[in-house]
C-alpha cells in the first residue's frame, strides 16, 4: 500500500509540471485567434432553439453549402434536447 501512495505521488509530482508547460503551449496555438464573446455580433437565434436565445457567426454560410462555424448562447436553465443535423 504505501509503495503505491509513494509511486502515485511521485507520479503527480512528475506528471503536474509537465502537464502544466502542455497548457500553456497549448494556450495559443500557432494561427489561432481569440474573440472575446462580447467582440462577437449576436443576433436571435432561428426558432428551434429556446427562447431568448441567441447565436454569432464565425465563419460560412449556414445556408450554403460547406462548413460553418456558430457559437450559441442560451439562457440559464435552458435545455438543448438531442437531434441531428441532416447534413
Do not use: K
Amino acid at each position: 500500500m504505501g509503495l503505491r501512495l509513494l509511486a502515485a505521488g511521485l507520479g503527480l509530482g512528475l506528471g503536474l509540471p509537465m502537464a502544466s508547460s502542455l497548457a500553456q503551449a497549448a494556450d495559443v496555438p500557432s494561427g489561432a485567434i481569440r474573440i472575446h464573446a462580447d467582440q462577437l455580433a449576436w443576433t436571435p437565434a432561428p426558432p428551434s432553439l429556446p427562447a431568448g436565445a441567441e447565436v454569432a457567426l464565425l465563419e460560412g454560410d449556414p445556408r450554403g453549402p460547406g462548413l460553418f462555424t456558430l457559437r450559441i448562447r442560451v439562457p440559464a436553465g435552458a435545455r438543448l434536447m438531442p437531434h441531428t443535423h441532416p447534413r
